[in-house]
């Protein structure tokens, strides 16, 4: 039943072991990275999304047992071709019956059109004529734009 829903799920999604390979993979993986279903198992996670050679490519992802739940991680998978492409990872760890950490499942989002529409969306911000700006729930001020400085005559330090 796992298998069916980790080959036709949308997004990219892998299983690894406890020693960080990749045993299985769904189609949207190869699709998103470029790489051939055979080039991604066996690999680390991170041979995906590290240059080839980088040190942080061996070791497990969950050696130990110590396996954890990893969400919206932003590694920059390298894609067969070279381009980078931004994702989010969510990552948490696969158990066995009795509750053992057995590896971990991981699902990559593309992130090149949110990063996009971000970038969009502070232009917007920063070029309005009318004072803008963003704050949190609490009102902290996380971006403006310059006029908003103009109409209240400071500057944030920094």
């Known amino acids: 039943m796992a298998d069916i829903i980790i080959a036709n799920a949308p997004d990219p999604v892998f299983v690894s072991d406890l020693e960080g390979k990749i045993l299985q993979a769904n189609d949207a993986v190869s699709q998103l990275l470029g790489f051939r279903q055979d080039e991604v198992l066996e690999q680390s996670p991170l041979a995906l999304h590290l240059p080839r050679g980088d040190p942080r490519v061996h070791g497990g992802a969950g050696r130990g047992g110590r396996a954890r739940r990893h969400p919206q991680r932003r590694p920059q998978p390298a894609q067969r071709v070279?381009?980078?492409?931004?994702?989010?990872?969510?990552a948490s760890?696969?158990?066995?019956?009795?509750?053992?950490?057995?590896g971990a499942i991981g699902i990559l989002r593309d992130m090149r059109e949110?990063?996009?529409?971000?970038?969009?969306?502070?232009?917007l911000i920063k070029n309005a004529p009318d004072p803008v700006f963003v704050s949190d729930l609490e009102g902290k001020i996380l971006q403006a734009n310059d006029a908003v400085f103009a109409l209240l005559g400071f500057r944030p330090d920094g």
């Open 93 to 102: 760890a696969l158990r066995d019956a009795d509750g053992r950490v057995i």
């Open 114 to 123: 949110l990063d996009k529409a971000r970038a969009y969306a502070e232009s």
């Open 82 to 90: 070279g381009e980078v492409i931004p994702t989010s990872l969510n």
